[in-house]
């Protein structure tokens, strides 16, 4: 069947370092993956789309990666701040239907 | 701009009663409409899906149904609430346009049933 898996474990990091976040899938190629940001108490906000033809993408500190033979995608935040600390998803169109499917969400800290 | 509104913001329940909650968007027409479940410290749980005025689909079996009456607006609903019902309950939008199916939230109704 087909699975999303994100990194487990929360992640806690000191302001200005780098966060790196793992999307890992299962039995499927996307044709793009999408990552969105979810703060306690609040409904998920998209962030950024990368294709299946594109390595890496950018928007200000956020860097995304895709790499389709691994089956995985990398969100990296850099520079950090405490306004960065949230839950962040990642979705695939897994069925090619109008429906995404979630990964579980990693939960990043930011300490200052 | 979009906009999707979602109420209640909270809503207190006891077992064995009705669900009404309702969604609406603003700003575009024609879109892809969602329901999802949220457990506590758990990820998104798709309860149905539209695609448009009366097209409703049921992705997990439960006490829920949904109702597309208008192209915009979009309820969700139960006859008798379930402890298990208890949780997190948003809304979402895609365009039916543009081929990514990114989707676009609302604030959330937080459901306790007791």
């Known amino acids: 069947s087909q699975k999303i898996e994100q990194n487990s474990e929360a992640l806690n990091i000191q302001e200005g370092k780098t966060a790196t976040l793992t999307c890992n899938y299962t039995?499927?190629?996307?044709?793009?993956l999408q990552w969105y940001r979810q703060d306690p108490g609040r409904g998920p906000v998209f962030l950024l789309l990368i294709r299946e033809n594109e390595k890496e993408k950018r928007k200000e500190r956020l860097k995304v990666t895709f790499d389709t033979t691994l089956k995985q995608s990398l969100f990296h935040i850099t520079a950090s701040q405490p306004a960065d600390s949230a839950t962040y998803l990642c979705?695939?169109?897994?069925?090619?239907?109008?429906?995404?499917?979630f990964g579980a969400g990693t939960t990043v800290t930011v300490r200052a | 701009s979009q906009t999707i509104h979602q109420w209640p913001a909270t809503l207190v329940q006891p077992v064995g009663s009705p669900l009404s909650l309702e969604c609406t968007v603003e700003?575009?027409?024609?879109?892809?409409l969602y329901w999802y479940r949220q457990a506590a410290g758990r990820g998104l749980q798709l309860l149905f899906y539209?695609?448009?005025?009366?097209?409703i689909s049921s992705e997990v079996p439960q006490n829920l149904s949904a109702s597309r009456p208008q192209d915009r607006q979009f309820i969700l609903s139960s006859k008798k609430l379930l402890l298990s019902d208890s949780g997190f309950y948003l809304c979402?939008?895609?365009?039916?346009?543009?081929?990514?199916?990114?989707?676009?939230f609302g604030p959330g109704t937080r459901l306790t049933v007791l």
């Open positions: 539209s695609v448009g005025i009366g097209q």
């Open positions: 979402a939008w895609s365009p039916t346009s543009g081929g990514t199916d990114t989707q676009y």
């Open positions: 700003g575009t027409s024609n879109p892809n």
């Open positions: 979705a695939l169109d897994m069925s090619n239907d109008y429906k995404l499917s």
């Open positions: 039995n499927y190629s996307p044709a793009y």
